[in-house]
């Protein structure tokens, strides 16, 4: 038998090297840029009442949000129910205004199940891996308020002996991972392993099992929700029909990337962060660099069709979702000044990267906007946060006639997966304003 060839590493590096991420449209970014120049009173105003640094929440613009991500798939499904994933913007008044916009909450942890609570909401799903006792058991005792997302075989065990006790019964789903292969087989139990955990489930006094969840992750487009239900039809098809008549919801999880698509600096791309490994500069920091995403329609669209075709055939129920990024990105600026010019291009800001949690502007680009002397022409400069390490970057280039101490920045769309991420590190965090 002939042996599988190995992959030429020299070739497939040479064909990463020679990639080219797609450029980000330079009408584009100038659109979105003037878009919030045209918003700098509304900015300045807020700044008249509130020192900075500060998160602006808006909650008009979650409220736009919530509605467009509505239509889109009430429009191609007969029932939905929205679950804002709570995780991706975790201050209270974002689910309070996505409470008040009529969708559920979808918790991952008794901190956020116990804000949940507190906001009196009555439509909750608790989903993740690794539930404690504690966990489940304040997730029991409200069992009237919560559906749970059983996350694996030994934590449908745990739930069972925790609801005898309280002598409750609990409406449940399970999750099925995505991916058993790489760490995604964290999350939920494989696909295949469904009729073994309907007959655990079957055993279980308090458990009512009706329903189903998966969840993908930074999609830019809807391919990777379509092979899923896809593969669950598959498996649905072989399901007892005792199993399929009780299947009151399928939640197909969030994962639905902001249409603007994930910008990036060239450090960020493929091809950047090969340069980077072999010791090179990733490229040109005036670069910026788009993967284009489908608008929510287009994913609505597509995940309908797929459903229609692979899933209501064997189930007509109930569809639900958990979208966090698509909702909340949009819908908080930072607004941070300028504390130090050390030089024509190395300014130091009074906010740090501790106030998004990570090192995101290292990769991610977001176009810097200064207030203070606006200008659609961007100019190249270091803009630092004053944390002490190298890696607190804004970004290398601002929109601006010029930079001065005592500017006000503006780094727009921090909404998701930034202030949940936020840390207690040597600065103080800036305080939120909601308007
Ligand atoms: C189970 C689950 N549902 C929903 C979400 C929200 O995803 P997104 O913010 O990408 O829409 C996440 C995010 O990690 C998740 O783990």
């Not at 791309?269 to 670069?287: D, S």
Request: aromatic share 8%; hydrophobic share 40%; charged share 20%.
């Amino acid at each position: 038998m002939r042996k599988a060839q190995p992959p030429d590493l020299s070739q497939r590096l040479s064909e990463v090297l020679a990639r080219t991420t797609p450029l980000l449209p330079p009408d584009e970014l100038r659109a979105y840029v003037q878009y919030h120049f045209d918003r700098r009173d509304l900015y300045l105003e807020v700044l008249e009442r509130h020192p900075l640094p500060l998160y602006l929440q808006e909650s008009s613009i979650l409220r736009d949000r919530a509605g467009r991500l509505k239509r889109a798939f009430q429009k191609v499904l007969p029932a939905v129910g929205f679950y804002y994933a709570v995780k991706s913007n975790n201050h209270p008044d974002i689910a309070r205004v996505l409470f008040e916009a009529e969708f559920g909450l979808d918790v991952s942890s008794g901190l956020e199940l116990e804000m949940a609570l507190n906001l009196g909401a009555a439509d909750i799903i608790f989903s993740g891996p690794g539930k404690t006792d504690q966990e489940l058991h304040l997730a029991v005792a409200h069992a009237d308020q919560v559906v749970i997302l059983i996350d694996s075989f030994g934590e449908l065990r745990r739930l069972e002996s925790i609801a005898a006790g309280l002598n409750r019964n609990v409406r449940c789903g399970v999750r099925l991972t995505v991916n058993p292969d790489g760490l995604w087989r964290k999350f939920g139990i494989v696909a295949q392993e469904l009729p073994a955990f309907y007959d655990a489930a079957c055993r279980c006094d308090h458990i009512q099992l009706l329903g189903l969840q998966f969840h993908s992750s930074w999609n830019l487009s809807p391919d990777p929700q379509v092979a899923f239900i896809q593969l669950l039809g598959k498996v649905l098809a072989d399901m007892p029909v005792e199993f399929i008549t009780r299947i009151e919801f399928i939640d197909i999880g969030g994962g639905y990337w902001p249409a603007q698509g994930e910008w990036l600096q060239a450090a960020g791309t493929p091809e950047g962060k090969l340069q980077e490994a072999l010791g090179k500069r990733a490229g040109a920091v005036e670069t910026h660099h788009r993967f284009p995403a489908a608008t929510i329609e287009a994913f609505a669209d597509r995940i309908s069709a797929a459903i229609h075709e692979h899933l209501f055939p064997i189930v007509a129920c109930r569809i639900c979702l958990e979208p966090g990024r698509w909702i909340c990105n949009d819908a908080v600026q930072l607004l941070i000044s300028v504390v130090d010019k050390k030089a024509p291009d190395l300014v130091i800001t009074d906010a740090g990267t501790n106030t998004v949690g990570w090192e995101r502007f290292e990769t991610d680009y977001c176009p810097i906007l200064n207030l203070t002397r606006p200008s659609l022409h961007e100019k190249p400069c270091h803009i630092l946060g004053s944390l002490c390490t190298p890696h607190d970057i804004w970004g290398y280039m601002y929109f601006g006639d010029d930079i001065q101490p005592g500017d006000i920045l503006l780094i727009p769309a921090q909404g998701a997966y930034t202030y949940s991420l936020r840390q207690h590190f040597i600065k103080p965090l800036p305080s939120v304003v909601t308007i």
